[in-house]
């Protein structure tokens, strides 16, 4: 059959990017507690394409990523691109995958169990001599105006906070390992099951660690940096405020890109 992606183009203009977008697929992660946790994904895959080519072979992406699904572990993702350069004959590859993660997490006075789901992503380019790969983690946590507590006679106004980090890959770490990170910076972690032991516990322990915006992305700093693991990251915080009509933001990034 006729290769018309093949076929020469006369416009002279190469593209940094093409490929496939939005691909829904299971995929399988590392998991610090049961090894392996299976997992579904938004893929998008690309690569360059010369000037003197009409097209890409869209299929050949897919076809490299189900080999990697079942083994999507921090170090193969590269791999993973390299491969469609090779299969591509392309100079660079790019590739994103966006994926909830699983964590069972116990109520902090009845133990109950319950799953809570965090927003994940890897993301990286492979080239001829250097790449590049970064995760991505968000945490939605629970943080008490510090000033609020200040002036009140009573209580003090609470809000879910969503913190999320980008980080440079160094050396291997575990997603769990960043997200407690985070939970211990914020005036509470959050839970999907408390019982009402539980809720009193949180809405104390949250009084008693009041927590700015700025007080949280500057926190999750001095912790990623004392883990001596990245050369480059970067946290941003969003609070979705309770008694405004707007939302408080903070943002700070470290290293060498």
Avoid at 205 to 225: C, G, M
């Amino acid at each position: 059959m006729q290769d018309v992606q093949s076929q020469p183009d006369g416009r002279n203009i190469p593209l940094q990017k093409v490929g496939v977008k939005n691909i829904k697929y299971p995929i399988v992660v590392l998991d610090k507690v049961n090894k392996t946790q299976a997992t579904t994904a938004t893929v998008d895959l690309y690569a360059n394409l010369p000037h003197h080519f009409k097209g890409t072979h869209m299929s050949r992406f897919i076809e490299v990523f189900h080999d990697h699904s079942k083994n999507v572990k921090m170090e193969n993702f590269i791999h993973m691109l390299h491969s469609i350069r090779s299969v591509l004959d392309a100079e660079q590859a790019y590739g994103r995958i966006a994926f909830p993660y699983f964590i069972e997490k116990k109520a902090p006075v009845s133990g109950q169990a319950s799953m809570m789901q965090y927003h994940c992503t890897y993301e990286g380019t492979a080239g001829p001599v250097d790449h590049e790969f970064y995760v991505g983690i968000e945490v939605p946590v629970l943080t008490l105006c510090p000033c609020s507590k200040e002036i009140s006679d009573r209580g003090a106004h609470n809000q879910r906070s969503m913190v999320k980090v980008l980080l440079k890959m160094g050396s291997f770490f575990w997603i769990e390992e960043i997200i407690t990170l985070i939970e211990n910076s914020a005036s509470c972690g959050l839970f999907t099951l408390l019982k009402r032991e539980d809720e009193k516990w949180v809405t104390e322990h949250s009084y008693d660690n009041p927590t700015f915006v700025e007080d949280l992305v500057r926190e999750v700093t001095v912790k990623i940096e004392g883990l001596n693991k990245f050369p480059w990251f970067s946290v941003e915080a969003e609070n979705m405020e309770s008694i405004h009509l707007h939302d408080a933001y903070a943002y700070v990034e470290r290293g060498v890109k």
